[in-house]
């Protein structure tokens, strides 16, 4: 059971990062027999690479494949819907849906470089997720239940849950307002000047305490520029 990472946050309690709920979209390839009539029926609501999901679905030595983490929660009611009234030669009977956590950055590429982000299994990479990884990390929980071969849980077993505990969250002494106008600032001077990079650092002469941290280019963190994000 994924634990919920805690928040980031500014001085004023701002969300500049939070937890948000997801699910992982799964499927058990011995109850797909068409693999084709499956992938079609699908890719109306859940398009994914025709590829990979084909070599995915060809094992039948699992009971469980993943074909898309992440997926948001109307997509996966729109799936529910879609696996309830679909002919029954689509195999949708074989998709199944778990909860998972996914990142999300409300304010964009808002601070992003000091941010930093996660990967897609919430673990800190860069910035000051990876930096505060334990803290914000929490501890994950798990589920057991006995099931037999073909995945199904056997009557008159068992299960055992242990909830997750959330991370704890992290103030900054950011403020995400004065943020947004030094954003503002070095866009500008960014293209007025051709600039490769710009750095802009304000902080309070009172107490050292950093206000405002920028520097570009950068990126939006909740579409980031790597190539597992459709893991």
Sequence with gaps: VT?????????????????????????DPRLVTDIGAFLDALSPVLPLDWEAATKKLSDNTKGSVILKRQVDRETVD???TLKNEAP???????????????RWY??????????????????????LESQYESVLAGMEGSYLRQVDARNRVLAGTEGWYIPSRQGSSIKLTIDATIQEIAEKAMRECLEVNSAES???IVSDVRTGGILALCIKPDYDPNEPPRSDVSA
Excluded: M, W
Excluded at 110 to 124: A, K, P
């Design 3 to 27: 634990a919920r990472r805690g928040s980031i946050i500014d001085r004023n309690e701002r969300i500049l990062a939070l937890s948000a709920t997801a699910y992982t979209v799964t499927a």
């Design 88 to 102: 029954e030669k689509a195999c949708l009977s074989a998709l199944s849906f778990d909860e998972d956590v996914s």
């Design 198 to 200: 710009v750095t802009c």
């Design 78 to 80: 729109r799936l529910r």
């Design 106 to 127: 409300p304010h964009g590429a808002l601070l992003s470089q000091v941010l930093g982000l996660t990967t897609i299994d919430s673990e800190g990479q860069s910035g």
